[in-house]
């Protein structure tokens, strides 16, 4: 097994298994237990600062984590797909009982798939600029 196909299947294990986890809480109706909620719960606006910088990591993790499963030139359908992944859920969560949709989700939502990319591409230029093979 080379090198890069390591680094895919590992990405692509990795990816599969958060996206699978991150869609489940993202449509789950208690999605935070309440211990944690109570604790966040000093100050009003700490539980959504931390909701909202949850989601930007989260889809950063996801962006990364998929562009790394294929090749350079599929980069952009994964993150593509993510910011539909976005949309979709935030669609989904509407037939939740207690969730709720917003469209500035899908914001922060692709705001996190842009850091993941960005910082992706950053790095794997780096590294090539480093390792001129």
């Given amino acids: 097994m080379t090198r890069t196909t390591a680094i895919r299947t590992a990405a692509g294990a990795t990816f599969a298994v958060a ?10 109706p208690h999605p935070v237990p309440d211990e944690l909620r109570a604790a966040l719960g000093v100050w009003d606006w700490l539980p959504i ?16 984590t998929g562009q790394l499963m294929v090749r350079r030139d599929y980069r952009p359908i994964v993150a593509g797909l993510l910011v539909a992944h976005g949309i979709a859920t935030e669609v989904g969560q509407t037939y939740v009982p207690g969730r709720h949709g ?16 960005l910082f992706l591409r950053r790095v794997t230029r780096d ?3 480093a390792d001129p093979e």
């Fill in 127 to 129: 590294r090539a600029a």
């Fill in 102 to 117: 917003y469209w500035r989700d899908v914001v922060i939502d692709a705001t996190g798939i842009t850091a993941g990319t």
């Fill in 19 to 28: 996206l699978a986890l991150w869609t489940w809480k993202l449509l789950d």
């Fill in 49 to 64: 600062l931390a909701a909202k910088s949850l989601h930007v990591a989260g889809y950063a993790f996801l962006a990364v």
